[in-house]
Nanobody, 124 residues
Framework: QVQLVESGGGLVQAGGSLRLSCAAS????????MGWFRQAPGREREFVAVISWSGGSTRYADSVKGRVTISRDNAKNAVYLQMNSLKPEDTAVYYC?????????????????WGQGTQVTVSS
């Protein structure tokens, strides 16, 4: 059983930056690909970014490509999401998730473990 805890969310002005962190425990972290998702009020949970178990491969949603970077540190059992040039439409609860399956999947249902989420609010 993997436990995930996100941190780093907050209130930021449009154009600003935030770095989200996700700390993992209870499993062999390097066995899991890690994804970031977000959910705004009244909307479905959507894919943001995913990184392979080694960190060698990444994939991004078109809506964040060029503004967001996912990274991981397997020695620290952590995954990060650096977000730059934030927009009001980035406002959402951000979740990290872990999955042992193959491929850089983007569907929430593919992920086995989830954190509790961290709120990101971008003001205009």
């Amino acid at each position: 059983q993997v436990q995930l805890v996100e941190s780093g969310g907050g209130l930021v002005q449009a154009g600003g930056s935030l770095r989200l962190s996700c700390a993992a425990s209870g499993g062999t972290f390097s066995n899991y690909k890690m994804g970031w998702f977000r959910q705004a009020p009244g909307r479905e949970r959507e894919f943001v970014a995913v990184i392979s178990w080694s960190g060698g491969s990444t994939r991004y949603a078109d809506s964040v490509k060029g503004r967001v970077t996912i990274s991981r540190d397997n020695a620290k059992n952590a995954v990060y999401l650096q977000m730059n040039s934030l927009k009001p439409e980035d406002t959402a609860v951000y979740y990290c998730a872990a999955d042992r399956g193959f491929g850089l999947t983007t569907t929430p249902a593919s992920y086995d473990y989830w954190g509790q989420g961290t709120q990101v609010t971008v003001s205009s």
